[in-house]
């Protein structure tokens, strides 16, 4: 085991600046429900977290990661390592955004004393102030139980990725009546059960509204509706690094495209032999 931050709430020696952010806290985040939307991005490495933590109330270091970073096939086979190892270069890499991190498939079902634990293996590995965990009504005893023993816990209901071989796909959630009054059914236990937010995914728009209205934190929306109370997305993804995405993701740009041009005018430059110049060079010195 090892401990690869240092614990400060307030800002990060890690990555200094000149002007520290106090780090935004778990109520603070609770407070916005109904004002600003809180804007949540996923980020799985240092780098990245450094330049989306300006911009976002929270980091998720989301086991999205499985197919992202992995090219995993789902996110079934992430592990509690892999989540530990992201989940620290992510709050390396920030100072100002609430770090929360996916409880890997497994790790968190069995029971709550189960989930306890890796709740905070994972806490004390990272130093991430939050966990995500997916389900509804069957997880709001250990997201009581979490909550109550200082474990502040995301929900994520609807689309809820690690149960893919439940569901049989990825399409939208909801479209029944029954299954739509079991999405917000789902919500509101996680919600009474002490969840802080909660992550809508993948659901038809009236749904979304409607456990927007019924819970009294705030909820996180990704392919769900604008009336929620924050939107989140995976980075990778609205910053059009795949061809292929789900229809709620909207990119924001084209790095798919940089990289591309990048790399073919790297490759073009070294077979003419025009990189390296005169000022990537050593020359002895005079
Ligand atoms: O793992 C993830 O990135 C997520 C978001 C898509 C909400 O759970």
């Not at 952010?21 to 985040?29: F, S, V």
């Not at 939307?37 to 780098?47: E, G, I, K, S």
């Not at 029971?111 to 004390?124: G, I």
């Not at 002490?194 to 509204?209: L, N, Q, R, T």
């Amino acid at each position: 085991m090892s401990t690869t931050f240092t614990i400060d709430a307030a800002t990060s020696r890690a990555t200094p600046v000149s002007a520290p952010m106090k780090r935004l806290t778990i109520p603070a985040i609770r407070r916005q429900k109904g004002t600003t939307p809180l804007v949540m991005l996923t980020a799985y490495t240092v780098r990245t977290a450094q330049l989306l933590d300006p911009h976002c109330d929270m980091l998720l270091v989301g086991d999205s990661l499985g197919q992202v970073i992995y090219g995993l096939p789902s996110t079934v086979p992430v592990t509690l390592d892999m989540m530990a190892a992201h989940g620290a270069a992510v709050v390396r890499g920030s100072h100002h955004a609430v770090v929360v991190i996916d409880m890997p498939f497994g790790s968190y079902e069995g029971s709550p004393e189960k989930a306890f634990e890796s709740a905070a293996w994972l806490m004390k590995q990272t130093g991430a102030a939050a966990v995500k965990l997916e389900g509804g009504a069957a997880m709001a005893s250990t997201v009581r139980f979490l909550s109550e023993r200082g474990i502040p816990v995301m929900g994520h209901v609807g689309l809820t990725p690690q149960a893919v071989n439940m569901l049989g796909g990825y399409g939208a959630r909801g479209r029944t009546q029954a299954e739509a009054d079991k999405i917000v059914a789902d919500a509101v236990a996680i919600a009474e059960a002490g969840a802080f937010a909660i992550v809508i995914e993948g659901v038809v728009e009236p749904i979304a509204i409607a456990i927007t209205q019924a819970v009294a934190c705030p909820t996180i929306g990704i392919g769900a509706s604008a009336q929620c109370d924050g939107q989140v997305l995976v980075a990778e993804d609205m910053l059009g690094l795949f061809e292929r995405t789900a229809k709620f993701v909207k990119k924001f740009d084209d790095m798919a495209g940089h990289i591309s041009r990048a790399a073919q005018t790297y490759a073009d430059d070294v077979r003419s032999r025009s990189f390296p110049g005169a000022d990537q060079v050593y020359q002895p010195r005079p």
